[in-house]
């Protein structure tokens, strides 16, 4: 990981692609979801975490597409696979336990980690109605590890979300509704949570005993104030370790020639 | 053996009747039986029940021309090329439609518990979410909770008797009357062989009472039944089939075509009014048949999309 | 990449600890591990615990040694080549192993709870039998029960709270520690591409926590990979791999062997006694590795049982 | 159904495999167990149910096999089949109400149907363990109709079985354990039971409102009286309609020159 890329040879979509490869580790079991995720886990396939075993939700199993798909049902990700089968494998195997880590987005999150991609406003009289859960409540509920991947706004990073769709750390007991740890909620059945969150600003922890975020690196050009002017909620900063660290110009190829060289997820910077 | 299941397009979308529930095969926007969702659109269904493992196109296209009533689901949109269900969006707002939201796992189960014959699942997933908020459970409030096709219950939370393995959500079963697929092959007598990734299109099939698979190609049953073990749904649990060239487009079909993502990106931008969804299906669904709208779609436009069959899509470069 | 998962029989048979709970691939009388069988008498392992779907010589040559303590599943026989299993049978009489009887349903949908990570199944099989009485419930007499491995109860009778679908039958996951199956063919990443019926190998690999596949050959990943869609058990499912042509032997393989069914019926006709069993044991099972039985076995009987790689069995006549 | 073969063309096992594919009416859904169930089911699919779908319990839908089968889980189950998979679907199948009959044997059965092939004596110390249920109480409680095929002896057609392993028309409630007619305790699953006992002696129905056995027809050669004394139960013989049909000609050439050429399960009668 030496060999970093200057400021002006990456962009913002480069620096979280690479924020997100960073979070697998070898021979993991990895759940992708379709964008920014997708290149992030063939990156660390290509690089530090060759035998990671890729699972698209629509139904393959230890993928290895040679062609970047467009979505998790594209017919690209059958290609090089062990196994080409539907949604039934996928989620038992999830709920059974295989999984190491997910990676999932938002449009609202809380400070446990709580993700809304259902509505904003009123569900029941939604002012804007999203596209719903998908998979994410199920990834995160069945991995051991779930990484975020965010556009860091104030409206986003919120005290409450709308509507939480996928479980943070906190998260409420039905039919009652109590606030508990997820820990306490879901006994046995606990495998972890939400264990980063990769924003457009800065790199977030979470503290798995009170299940509070907190930051842990900021971008190059962010600042610590910046960033936690940014949050509706009152935001951890007693963590932080520093900047980001920048992507490596053999990430950023393999990102630009070898991954995504149509520039369907990540964008090259233009050069002067 | 006088067992031939053909049908016509026209009669397959004849077969779902004004208040009928529906599913279909595929996942987002690959493998929707979109030739059969236009032709249900241009004989004016009304008062559907979509109950879909995940939405997509056909969702958009349903419910944009007021066939829908309730949907079920746990998603909707064109993927990259339109960033979500902008028809269901404003039908939401307007209250001019039920949507039960479940997530993608239970969704799932849901119709594997059909297929099974057992009337709910149990499953460990989404728990603390607001998915399963009692407060949310839109069936019902609005009074549908009938205990016929529709559970009397959104979901019951219990524990494990066995092993003290956590909490556990039961799911009533996903009960369809029909459910309309899109595929690669199929036999006469009803033989499906699906090639690439099988999405749910197995537990829809079992789970519906009737069973209707529109296919690029009818082949002979006897080639099918030489690899038995390569073939996806079995003869007897489908009841009608159609052989429909393109049957998916706009949505892509595994070694056979792409998506045609500047199709969906132009319906994505008109769904975002009543007025550009309505414009968009005088143009491209009334007053058409299957083969008008592949002649009005054009021949470079397909073979643009066309699947190079080594790689079974079709290569960026 | 440095992922080849290749052991011996030998290794494989290490694995199974002493009080383990195992099952195997296959059905009755084909593709059962038997030399991988044959090698746990030959380390003489105690105290297993076997929970099948359904039963076969496997069972019975296991039972026989002695290897067995507790024994759940559903049927046990060597289809017409022995109409029951003689040794089960005498030592149920004296009381020398615990039997828990399900039924063959129940077996299979507890094998595809615990493959799908549910607790317990929901089922509607065998209401108002002697299998759901509660007064034969031999673990819990046994009291065996912990809410472990071994569920603590063997049923929760229950109703369906969401379509009055009538009495539901709740019965707990299969969790095993070890499931050994015997295939056609294993990559070398674990990949596994079986033939012919499936039975129940996917759930069974998929519910067991160590998964060791033993097969005819073990074939490139790069071969298996280039249909996906016709593979049956996927790389990470897998744990460890045995190439060992005619592992199956008694039982068939499907494109490969036929049942030897002259085997099968000397070998039921000698369970009859414990004498008779053991007399057998010392014939073939002990002072031979798996290439010495099939020295034994000869070469004239082998070829006698090929199967025909065109109809994938082999023909009377 | 005219050209009868003459009684010394045909042998019991001949009898009871034309009159068990009788039982077959065309289109049907059928479950077949290993042995003359099988050749009776691919008797009906030669001659008068063409159409019928067969599952093979181990995983094959709608088979045709050209060579017997020695067993559900065959090799030669595959050929010809719509589908080869697993017991997964097979069961899922059943459970999901598809499966019009089904075919069964056992040791033991009493008055109302109830049979028993797991343990003859007290289960708990059982005089003779059997092989167990197998699918038997499955494929009885799933299908609309089951034909049980039996050895009529009277230690056979018993008061009482040792233990039920498949449901007849009066069964057993549990927890409590009290007698209730079948229909009463499925409740909405209720799709049928047992509707034909093929014995060597005769052919049997079943009241499906009372749930008693009777007798339907004796076989060539066998009394109503003789049947009466085979039975430990008081038979019902009011409603017998006379002598069991013979095989025809077409059928005995089926079964002996085309299906079971090889006597596995119908040996051929030796001619004097």
């Known amino acids: 990981m030496s060999n970093y890329a200057s400021p002006e040879e990456y962009g913002l979509a480069d620096l979280l692609c690479c924020a997100a490869s960073r979070q697998v580790r070898d021979n993991e079991i990895v759940f992708a979801g379709t964008g920014l995720p997708m290149v992030a886990i063939m990156l660390a396939q290509k690089t530090h975490a060759p035998n990671l075993k890729l699972i698209f939700e629509a139904g393959t199993l230890d993928g290895r597409p040679p062609e970047l798909p467009t979505s998790v049902g594209d017919a690209r990700c059958e290609t090089g696979a062990s196994r080409s089968t539907g949604l039934f494998d996928t989620f038992s195997i999830a709920q059974r336990g295989y999984v190491d880590l997910g990676y999932l987005g938002g449009a609202e999150i809380d400070q446990y980690g709580n993700v809304n991609t259902t509505c904003i406003g009123n569900y029941l009289e939604p002012d804007l109605r999203l596209t719903g859960s998908g998979g994410n409540p199920d990834i995160n509920s069945f991995a051991r590890r779930t990484v975020f991947i965010m556009v860091h706004e104030k409206r986003r990073f919120v005290e409450h979300v709308s509507y939480i769709t996928s479980p943070g750390w906190r998260v409420r007991k039905w039919p009652g509704g109590e606030w508990v740890h997820r820990r306490e909620l879901y006994g046995a059945a606990f495998r972890g949570g939400p264990s980063a969150v990769i924003s457009t600003a800065g790199v977030f922890g979470f503290d798995q005993e009170d299940g509070h975020m907190y930051l842990e690196t900021y971008h190059p050009g962010k600042t610590v104030d910046e960033i936690r002017d940014l949050c509706q909620f009152d935001l951890d900063v007693s963590r932080v370790k520093g900047e980001t660290e920048p992507p490596t110009k053999e990430e950023l190829y393999f990102i630009h020639d070898v991954l995504d060289p149509d520039e369907i997820f990540i964008p090259k910077v233009k050069k002067a | ?317």
Chains 1, 4 share one sequence.
């Not at chain 2, 021309?65 to 993927?79: F, K, L, Q, T």
């Not at chain 2, 892509?252 to 500047?262: H, I, L, R």
Request: glycine share 10%; hydrophobic share 40%; proline share 3%.
């Open chain 2, 1 to 317: 053996m006088s067992t031939d299941k053909r049908i016509t397009l026209q009669q397959a979308a004849e077969i779902v009747k004004n208040g009928s529930s529906l599913t279909f095969s595929g996942f987002t926007i690959w493998r929707r039986p979109v030739a059969v969702v236009y032709e249900l659109i241009r004989q004016q269904k009304r008062g559907l029940h979509l109950i879909e493992v995940n939405g997509g196109p056909q969702t958009e296209f349903l419910v944009g021309a007021g066939c829908v009533d309730i949907w079920e689901s746990c998603w909707v949109g064109h993927e990259l090329y339109g960033k979500y269900g902008a028809n269901l969006s404003r039908k939401v707002g307007k209250k001019e439609i039920l949507v039960e939201d479940y997530s993608h796992a239970e969704m799932l189960f849901r119709f594997t518990a059909a297929a099974m014959g057992a009337p709910y699942a149990v499953t460990q997933t989404s728990l603390g979410t607001d998915i399963h908020n009692p407060e949310y459970d839109v069936l019902g409030r609005a009074g549908k909770r009938d205990g016929k096709r529709i559970g009397k219950q959104k979901y019951v939370y219990t524990d494990d008797p066995f092993f003290d393995a956590g909490p556990q959500v039961l799911i009533p079963a996903a009960k369809v009357d029909v459910a309309i697929l899109c595929v690669q092959q199929v036999g006469e007598e009803g033989t499906v062989r699906i090639s690439g990734q099988l999405y749910s299109d197995t537990e829809v099939a079992r789970a519906a009472d009737i069973t209707i698979v529109v296919a690029e190609e009818i082949v002979p049953e006897s080639y099918l039944r030489r690899d038995a073990d390569h073939n996806t749904i079995s003869s007897f649990e489908v009841d009608y089939i159609v052989e429909c060239p393109f049957g998916a487009h706009p949505t892509g079909m595994f070694g056979k075509y792409d998506v045609d993502g500047a199709f969906l990106k132009d319906f994505f931008t008109n769904t975002r009014t009543q007025e550009g969804f309505d414009a968009f299906a005088k143009e491209w669904i009334f007053g058409l048949d299957h083969i008008g709208y592949l002649e009005k779609l054009g021949w470079s436009r397909m073979l643009n999309l066309r699947a190079n069959t080594a790689l079974n899509y079709k290569p960026r470069r």
